[in-house]
C-alpha cells in the first residue's frame, strides 16, 4: 500500500479523502437513523392512538362550562379543551396548555409516575418550564405540580402543560365569551372514539338544536424535532450518494495515472485478471485506512462513547459498513476493471 501510495501520492490521496467522505456520511446517516428511530418510538409510546377534533359551531347560541361537561356523561376517553391559553404569573412567557375536560384512561406522558386521574388544583409541567418548585401561580392561583414531563426522554415535549378543566375555566371563566366555534379534542387508547362523539353530540344537542357539531381524525403530527431529524438524514444520504459517485470518477482518473505501468505488466505477461485482483487488493487497502481514519475523527469530533451503542445498533452499524465496503469496491473496480482490459502492451512505449 505505501509503495502504491509513495508512486501515485496525488490520486492516492483522493481517493482516501473520497473513501472518508464516503464513511463519514455512512456513520452519520446511521446515526441520523437510530436518532429518527428512537424519536419515533418514543413518540409512539407517549401518544394516544387515535384521535379526533371535534368542532362546535355555536351560530350565534351560548355555551358554557357546565354545558360541556354534562354532554360529556357516559363519553368514554380523554377529552381536550383546545381553544385555551395561558400565562403564569412567576413563569415568564405564554403557553398553550392541554386542557382536560374529563378523563377515563390514563395520559400517556414520560412522566415520573402513572397518570390515571390529574386531582383539582394540581398542574402536570414540562421539566424545562418548571425551575424545580413545587407550586405555580396563575393569576394569583396556586396550582401544585402533580407530576413533571421528561424532555430528555420526549424533546419534542418541551413547554408541555396538561391542567385540569375545573382549574382553567375557574382561573379563565370568560373563555367561552364571544366564541364562534369551540375546539375539543378526543384521544383514546382503547375506545371507539367515532362512536363517543355520537354519544357527545346526541347529549349537546339536548342543550341546544342549533349548535352544529362535526369531527375529523387527526393524523399523527409530525414534530419540528422529527423533521430536523429526516432532514438531517436526508443530508448525509445525499453526501454518501455523492461520494459514492466521486469514487467512480476518482478510480476512472486512478488508471488513466496508471495506464504505462498496466501496459508494461502485461508486455511482462500479466493477465487482465492478475492486474485487477492486484489492483483490487491495492483499493482494500485504502478503503480499509479510510474506515479506520474516518472512524477516528468521528470519536474525536463528537466525543462519543461507542460502548453506549445497543446490540441492534451495532449489528445495524457492522451490516451496513459490510455493505457500503462491498458497494464501495464495486464501483471502485467496475470501471477500471473495464478499461484495464482495453490498455495494449504497446500503449507502454507511446
Known amino acids: 500500500m505505501f509503495r502504491v501510495y509513495k508512486r501515485y501520492k496525488i490520486v492516492s490521496t483522493l481517493i482516501i479523502l473520497n473513501f472518508i467522505c464516503v464513511f463519514f456520511a455512512l456513520f452519520n446517516s446511521l446515526q441520523s437513523y437510530t436518532e429518527i428511530r428512537d424519536a419515533l418510538n418514543i413518540q409512539k409510546q407517549y401518544d394516544y392512538s387515535r384521535r379526533i377534533e371535534v368542532g362546535i359551531l355555536l351560530n350565534n347560541n351560548s355555551l358554557d362550562y357546565e354545558d360541556i361537561i354534562k354532554s360529556l356523561e357516559n363519553v368514554k376517553g380523554n377529552i381536550y379543551f383546545k381553544n385555551a391559553r395561558i400565562f403564569f404569573s412567576n413563569i415568564d412567557g405564554t403557553f398553550v396548555p392541554e386542557v382536560i375536560l374529563k378523563q377515563t384512561e390514563e395520559i400517556p406522558v414520560p412522566s415520573i409516575g402513572s397518570i390515571t386521574k390529574l386531582p383539582r388544583g394540581e398542574i402536570i409541567i414540562a421539566d424545562n418550564i418548571t425551575d424545580k418548585s413545587k407550586k405555580i401561580e396563575v393569576k394569583g392561583r396556586t396550582l401544585k405540580i402533580f407530576d413533571i414531563i421528561s424532555t430528555e426522554k420526549a424533546p ?195
Not at 373563555?175 to 371507539?192: G, H, K, M, P, V
Not at 505501468?261 to 487488493?281: L, V
Open 156 to 350: 419534542y415535549s418541551k413547554g408541555r402543560i396538561i391542567m385540569n378543566g375545573i382549574d382553567y375555566f375557574d382561573i379563565f371563566p370568560e373563555t367561552l365569551e364571544n366564541q364562534d366555534e369551540i375546539l375539543l379534542e378526543f384521544a383514546s387508547n382503547n375506545n371507539d372514539l367515532v362512536k363517543e362523539y355520537k354519544k357527545f353530540k346526541e347529549n349537546l344537542k339536548k342543550v341546544s338544536k342549533k349548535i352544529n357539531v362535526s369531527y375529523r381524525e387527526i393524523k399523527n403530527e409530525v414534530h419540528p424535532f422529527d423533521i430536523l431529524m429526516s432532514s438531517k438524514y436526508s443530508i448525509f444520504l445525499a453526501l454518501l450518494a455523492f461520494a459514492l459517485i466521486n469514487t467512480v470518477i476518482v478510480s476512472q482518473y486512478w488508471i488513466v495515472v496508471r495506464k504505462r505501468e498496466i501496459s508494461i505488466r502485461k508486455a511482462f505477461g500479466c493477465s487482465d485478471f492478475m492486474i485487477i485482483k492486484n489492483m483490487s487488493f491495492e483499493i482494500l487497502q485504502l478503503l480499509l485506512l479510510a474506515a479506520v481514519i474516518s472512524g477516528l475523527l468521528q470519536l474525536v469530533i463528537y466525543k462519543r462513547n461507542i460502548f453506549t451503542i445497543s446490540l441492534s445498533s451495532y449489528v445495524i452499524a457492522i451490516l451496513s459498513i459490510l455493505m457500503v465496503l462491498s458497494i464501495t469496491m464495486f464501483l471502485s473496480m467496475i470501471i477500471p476493471s473495464y478499461y484495464v482490459t482495453k490498455i495494449h502492451p504497446a500503449d507502454g512505449v507511446k
